[in-house]
């Protein structure tokens, strides 16, 4: 028995260190990102029947037709998104809340993030779970997330965890100069990782590989 939890504890240490070296090996550079994903339980936003595979680089069910994305992917979009400390964050398609925990570590001050999910089992959830993890400052609200959160706009990074058909205009509107969305756009086959950039001329959009995402609904 005791051998049992000694082989547990090494594997809760080892599980994020390898996942960590090999999202630096994918291009994720070393830094707040990689610190924020090795910070943050990711066992913690599934059921406890995926803990064994929580830190795997892989998405994960969290019912309700939803998925917790890749870390990779999670990784890549933070990166895209270049939030900094004390920025105000928005997320579309909270799901199990993993990214506004991350947002809430590199931002800092978790009352500057904010998420909104459609799914009103999933939110309640997710309000629960971060409750427990301490970070019920941040602000999630259940609605559409099409249609952003005007009431605590303007936002300097947006990022939107499901693929859409195109890019919502209220989501645009809400950018604070300088600001950057990042979204999934469908194109077909696959989704184009989009970033929209709020210029002094107006926006600039950018497109950053193919993936795969659950549909924002």
Same mark, same amino acid.
């Given at each position: ?18 996942? &960590? ?5 994918? !291009?994720?550079? /070393?830094?707040?990102? =990689? @610190?924020?994903? $090795?910070?943050?339980?990711? *066992? ?76 009103? &089992? ?5 309000? !629960?779970?971060? /409750?427990?993890?301490? =970070? @019920?400052?941040? $602000?999630?609200?259940?609605? *559409? ?73």
């Amino acid at each position: 028995m005791h051998s049992e939890r000694m082989q547990d504890r090494q594997r809760l240490h080892t599980a994020p260190a390898r996942l &960590i070296e090999r999202l630096h090996q994918q !291009g994720i550079p /070393r830094g707040v990102i =990689l @610190d924020a994903i $090795r910070y943050v339980p990711r *066992d913690a936003f599934v059921s406890p029947d995926l803990s064994e595979v929580a830190w795997e680089n892989r998405p994960l069910d969290i019912g309700e037709g939803q998925t917790i994305s890749q870390p990779y992917t999670v990784g890549f979009m933070l990166q895209l998104a270049a939030v900094a400390a004390s920025d105000r964050v928005l997320e579309v398609g909270a799901g199990s809340g993993y990214v506004l925990a991350l947002l809430s570590y590199i931002v800092g001050d978790p009352k500057l993030v904010t998420g909104v999910e459609r799914n009103e &089992i999933l939110c309640e959830q997710t309000r !629960g779970r971060l /409750r427990e993890l301490g =970070l @019920d400052r941040v $602000r999630l609200m259940c609605g *559409d997330g099409r249609e952003g959160c005007r009431q605590h706009a303007p936002y300097d990074a947006i990022i939107v965890s499901a693929q859409t058909e195109s890019i919502p205009p209220q989501l645009t509107d809400q950018l604070a100069p300088g600001g950057r969305l990042v979204i999934p756009v469908d194109v077909g086959s696959y989704a184009a990782m989009t970033r929209v950039v709020r210029g002094p001329d107006g926006l600039v959009q950018t497109r950053h590989g193919a993936f795969q995402f659950v549909p924002l609904v």
